[in-house]
C-alpha cells in the first residue's frame, strides 16, 4: 500500500530533509518515526528537498508499506516520535502510481523578509533580514523578466546537479504584507539555492544598488558571479506543491505569516 503524508515542518533545527549521516536530516526522524508505526524500515520520497534552514508548510510524502493501520494513526502515531518542529498534517492511501516528486504539477516558496533598521527578535530564524526599508515597487517590476520558461544559470549553485538550468517560472510575484516584504515564487522545478539567489539578487535592486533592468541582464548573462550573493535561509518557505486534483489529496493548514496558496 502506498501512503502519502502532508508535512509542515520548522527547519531551524535541522541540517535539511535530505538524509545524512548523522541522522539530522528532517528525513532521518520521520523515517525513524513511520518505521516505529509500521514496524519496518519505511523509506520515503519527498515532493522536495529542502536545504538547511528552510521550513515548510505543506511538505508532501509517499512511502510503500505492507502494514494496514488506520490512517489517523499515520498522523497521530507519528506525531508523537517526532520532533515537536515537524508534525504530519494529514495522511491519505493513494494509488500504487502516485509519485509525490514527479506528479507534482508545480512548487510555490514563499519568502518573508522584514526590512527594517533592527534585526528580527521574535522572528528571529523565520524570517529573513535588510537594515533598511525597500522599493517593493522596483522588485516587483524587476522579477516580471523571471517568468517563462527561462536559463536560470546566473541564480543557480555552483553545486547544484540538476541536468538543465532551464526552469518554467510562473509566477514571481513582490509584495508588502504588514512589516514584511513577501516573494513569490512558483515553478515547475526549482534549481539548487534558485529562490534564494533570486531574492538577494531583487534586494539588490530594492535596496538601489542595481537598476531594474538588471534582473533581465543577469538572465542574459546566465553569469551566477554577476548575481548577488544567495541569500539567508531564515525566511523560505516550501509554502504550495500543486497536483492533479484527481488525486484528492487534502488541504493543508493556514500559516499566520504566509499567503493563502
Not at 177 to 189: I, Q
Amino acid at each position: 500500500m502506498r501512503i502519502a503524508l502532508g508535512l509542515e515542518y520548522d527547519g531551524g533545527p535541522f541540517c535539511g530533509w535530505q538524509h545524512q549521516p548523522s541522522g539530522c536530516g528532517i528525513q532521518d526522524h520521520l523515517e525513524s518515526a513511520l518505521s516505529g508505526i509500521a514496524a519496518g524500515a519505511v523509506e520515503t520520497v519527498a515532493a522536495g528537498r529542502t536545504d538547511a534552514g528552510v521550513h515548510a508548510r505543506s511538505q508532501v510524502v509517499h512511502f510503500d508499506t505492507s502494514a494496514v493501520r488506520e490512517t489517523g494513526a499515520w498522523v497521530r502515531g507519528t506525531n508523537a516520535a517526532l520532533p515537536r518542529a515537524v508534525r504530519v498534517v494529514w495522511a491519505q492511501p493513494v494509488a500504487d502510481s502516485f509519485h509525490a516528486r514527479f506528479d507534482a504539477r508545480s512548487r510555490t516558496y514563499h519568502y518573508l523578509l522584514l526590512d527594517d533598521a533592527v534585526a528580527p527578535g521574535q522572528l528571529a530564524g523565520k524570517v529573513g533580514w535588510f537594515h533598511r526599508p525597500l522599493d517593493v515597487d522596483a522588485m516587483r517590476l524587476a522579477a516580471t523578466a523571471l517568468v517563462g520558461e527561462r536559463d536560470f544559470s546566473a541564480f543557480r549553485d555552483a553545486q547544484c546537479q540538476a541536468r538543465t538550468p532551464v526552469r518554467v517560472l510562473h509566477e514571481a510575484g513582490v509584495a508588502r504584507r504588514g512589516p514584511l516584504v513577501v516573494f513569490t515564487l512558483r515553478a515547475n522545478a526549482f534549481l539548487h539555492h534558485m529562490v534564494r539567489n533570486v531574492v538577494g539578487s531583487l534586494v539588490y535592486v530594492g535596496a538601489g544598488r542595481q537598476p531594474v533592468d538588471w534582473i533581465a541582464r543577469l538572465l542574459a548573462t546566465g553569469d551566477r558571479r554577476l548575481a548577488a550573493p544567495t541569500f539567508a535561509a531564515d525566511g523560505l518557505y516550501l509554502s504550495a506543491i500543486e497536483y492533479d486534483p484527481a488525486f484528492g489529496l487534502p488541504p493543508f493548514r493556514a500559516h499566520p505569516l504566509l499567503p493563502s496558496p
